[in-house]
């Protein structure tokens, strides 16, 4: 099993520009999530759906937004990319819709530049 | 809420052993504990739910203080491929993380 695979690893966009991160599972999770990483902020939560047609908000959605079409997949988009969104970028899915009992698996992330 | 991890770093010889704890202002369904290496993802560690069950990682001990609100993780007898930063996180329809703790161990 692949897991969770995320691409691209690296990307580099100019202010303004828009772009899709994608996020897939192959292990047929109901629950999956994206976070952002700043140095000293730990994890925080952008998006997360507890099945496919399902998604909600986290602690920072502004500026991204999601939808689950297939349990699969579950893209995180930039609708217009600002410096502030530099990051790097989890996805990550867990079995059940609630991730308290269950461990989260974690795709290699996605390091963005926003220039 | 956030919850708050203590120590922020912490630095040790091969085979000492070190505490990180984890506490929160609210009621807690479980604890979870992840280690990253330096650009690398989050590794699950283990769970530690109400009631007393744990999940997770045969090496590493942790305890849950359901009144507290509090965790701890116990690292004993460290060794080199331990350093990375640890995170606790908490919730139940979602995980929220803590800030992190920084472990360094050297031979």
């Known amino acids: 099993n692949a897991g969770v695979t995320q691409t691209p690893k690296f990307q580099v966009l100019k202010t303004g520009q828009s772009m899709t991160l994608q996020c897939a599972q192959d292990?047929?999770?109901?629950?999956m999530s994206w976070y952002r990483q700043d140095p000293g902020m730990g994890l925080r939560l952008i998006h997360y759906?507890?099945?496919?047609?399902?998604?909600d908000q986290g602690e920072v959605p502004n500026g991204y937004n999601v939808s689950r079409s297939t349990t699969e997949d579950f893209p995180l988009r930039l609708l217009s990319a600002a410096p502030s969104q530099t990051s790097v970028y989890f996805c990550?899915?867990?079995?059940?819709?609630?991730?308290?009992?269950?461990?989260?698996?974690f795709g290699n992330g996605t390091r963005l530049t926003v220039t | 809420q956030q919850p708050v991890q203590s120590p922020q770093a912490v630095i040790l010889r091969e085979g000492e052993d070190a505490v990180i704890n984890c506490s929160s202002s609210?009621?807690?369904?479980?604890v979870h504990w992840y280690r990253q290496k330096h650009g690398e993802a989050p590794v699950f560690l283990m769970i530690?739910?109400?009631?007393?069950e744990q999940k997770g990682h045969d090496k590493i001990s942790a305890s849950f203080n359901e009144k507290k609100q509090q965790s701890s993780l116990y690292l004993t007898a460290s060794q080199l491929s331990y350093s990375g930063t640890y995170f606790c996180?908490?919730?139940?329809?979602?995980?929220?993380f803590g800030k992190g703790t920084m472990l360094l161990v050297s031979p």
């Open positions: 990550a899915s867990s079995p059940t819709g609630a991730p308290y009992n269950s461990p989260l698996h």
């Open positions: 530690l739910l109400k009631g007393g």
């Open positions: 292990m047929n999770h109901e629950y």
């Open positions: 759906s507890v099945g496919a047609g399902i998604t």
């Open positions: 996180g908490t919730g139940y329809s979602t995980l929220t």
């Open positions: 609210k009621a807690l369904y479980s």
